[in-house]
């Protein structure tokens, strides 16, 4: 029995194209596992937008080729699709672009022939109606899925290396989004996790405005014990609609909303080929919180893009200390080629303004660690319910989420006591908050429908 072994790195959206690239090798009578030394071909699904994430997935590519020289290697995903031409990666059994997922069982048919120079593939996107969603593979916690609805984006952030990797928006065809939603929920899936871009910019590419009010309606209410997250929406386009969307849903779209502010200062984000300013972000907050007095708000602030100064970062830090978000990624500006902001700067400027930008995002996180700390007593005392993901060996602990946690970037809930099952979704009651995490006890475990 073949076997096939994946790294996936970078975002969740690049996690979905793993689950398929797995999904064709299956087809190709492949196996998964867990174990690389055990494997036959190792897939490296790479990312590739920013400087620290192509050296994490170069580093990652040259630990597996000086752990397993025999081994078929195939780098793949964002940096491979980015640089297939000019990456000079003799080391590489295949470089395999990630426009075209339904090309890999050509790489792996060709891997198996004797004496295979290297492969470098990666074929331009098929027909969105041809495209394969349906995945034999979850690489998520148990019961906990994403659920990809476009890829691309055309708001062409001037610093961002997206749209020149993935290309302009492509929106997944409606019904199709549906059925694999559907497809989810059957397969016993509790938790949806909504990804693109931008989902906001969903069915825009049709030419006939937004689409995603109306696909979010039509999966809220699909037969079945489930939930739905969204995540990434851009501020700047935001469809206030989806605000009485989830207030109507009868909690089955959680009031978890992830908005890209990136910056608050209307210079800056004018320089970045964005709209807002700080009045604007915190009235969209404020406006989210009126209407969903339980709204969890998760940011992610860019530092050091140019034209930040001392004053723009104070304007960013007013921005932090109004808002109130519950969860904060911050990182530094990474100066891309190819991008319109890469001629914004030299090197050397970029370096310099790199240095005092990560001084700034100390002092930007350590403000939003105590405003996290003091937005997550207000769980303390409440009951939720929580979706299992770990038990904790060895302890008599659980690791779970509850609607306020999304996967992999939040804090998470701990439950005293190990008799629940990952994927358990059970009801807890929160004692007190420890650090990001929550602290809970296990009321009752809710049965599956
Ligand atoms: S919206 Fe996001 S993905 Fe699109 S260009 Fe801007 S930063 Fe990149």
């Given at each position: 029995?073949?076997?096939?072994?994946?790294?996936?790195?970078?975002?969740?959206?690049?996690?979905?194209?793993?689950?398929?690239?797995?999904?064709?090798?299956?087809?190709?009578?492949?196996?998964?596992?867990?174990?690389?030394?055990?494997?036959d071909v190792i897939v490296v699904n790479t990312c590739g937008f920013i400087e620290d994430a192509k050296k994490e997935s170069i580093d990652t590519f040259f630990q597996f080729r000086s752990s397993y020289p025999e081994k078929k290697i195939v780098l793949a995903g964002c940096l491979a699709q980015r640089y297939a031409s000019e990456l000079e990666l003799e080391e590489a059994d295949a470089i395999f672009g990630n426009h075209d997922l339904s090309a890999f069982p050509e790489v792996l048919r060709r891997l198996e022939e004797k004496d295979a120079e290297q492969i470098v593939l990666s074929p331009e996107y098929p027909d969105p109606d041809s495209e394969r969603d349906a995945r034999k593979y979850n690489l998520s916690m148990p019961r906990s899925a994403f659920l990809k609805i476009s890829e691309g984006c055309n708001h062409c952030c001037n610093y961002c290396a997206i749209p020149i990797i993935r290309g302009p928006l492509r929106s997944r065809p409606f019904d199709a989004v549906v059925e694999e939603a559907r497809r989810l929920i059957s397969s016993g899936i509790y938790e949806i996790n909504i990804i693109a871009q931008d989902l906001g910019a969903y069915g825009t590419d049709w030419g006939k405005g937004e689409r995603f009010c109306e696909l979010l309606k039509t999966l809220s209410v699909l037969e079945g014990d489930f939930v739905l997250r969204m995540l990434y929406i851009h501020p700047d386009t935001f469809p206030l609609e989806l605000i009485d969307i989830v207030r109507n849903s009868n909690g089955k779209i959680l009031p978890y909303f992830d908005i890209p502010f990136q910056h608050a200062d209307h210079k800056v984000l004018v320089g970045m080929k964005r709209t807002g300013d700080r009045r604007t972000y915190v009235g969209l907050v404020r406006r989210i919180r009126e209407a969903l007095p339980d709204a969890v708000i998760r940011s992610t602030l860019m530092l050091g893009f140019?034209?930040?100064?001392?004053?723009?970062?104070?304007?960013?830090?007013?921005?932090?200390?109004?808002?109130?978000?519950?969860?904060?990624?911050?990182?530094?500006?990474?100066?891309?080629?190819?991008?319109?902001?890469?001629?914004?700067?030299?090197?050397?400027?970029?370096?310099?303004?790199?240095?005092?930008?990560?001084?700034?995002?100390?002092?930007?996180?350590?403000?939003?660690?105590?405003?996290?700390?003091?937005?997550?007593?207000?769980?303390?005392?409440?009951?939720?319910?929580?979706?299992?993901?770990?038990?904790?060996?060895?302890?008599?602990?659980?690791?779970?989420?509850?609607?306020?946690?999304?996967?992999?970037?939040?804090?998470?809930?701990?439950?005293?006591?190990?008799?629940?099952?990952?994927?358990?979704?059970?009801?807890v009651g929160i004692r007190k908050v420890r650090g990001v995490d929550l602290e809970a006890v296990k009321i009752r475990k809710i049965e599956r429908e």
């Open positions: 029995m073949k076997k096939i072994y994946i790294e996936s790195l970078g975002c969740a959206k690049n996690q979905v194209d793993s689950e398929i690239l797995l999904t064709y090798a299956d087809d190709e009578g492949f196996v998964r596992t867990e174990r690389p030394s055990e494997a140019p034209g930040e100064g001392r004053e723009e970062f104070e304007e960013l830090l007013r921005f932090v200390e109004e808002a109130q978000l519950d969860w904060m990624g911050s990182f530094l500006y990474s100066r891309e080629e190819d991008t319109p902001a890469w001629s914004m700067r030299n090197q050397r400027e970029h370096n310099r303004a790199h240095k005092v930008a990560a001084l700034w995002q100390k002092e930007l996180e350590e403000i939003q660690s105590r405003i996290t700390a003091e937005r997550l007593e207000r769980f303390v005392g409440k009951k939720y319910r929580a979706l299992v993901e770990e038990n904790i060996a060895g302890e008599d602990l659980s690791i779970a989420r509850i609607y306020s946690q999304a996967p992999e970037v939040d804090g998470a809930t701990v439950i005293m006591g190990s008799d629940m099952m990952p994927g358990d979704v059970v009801e």
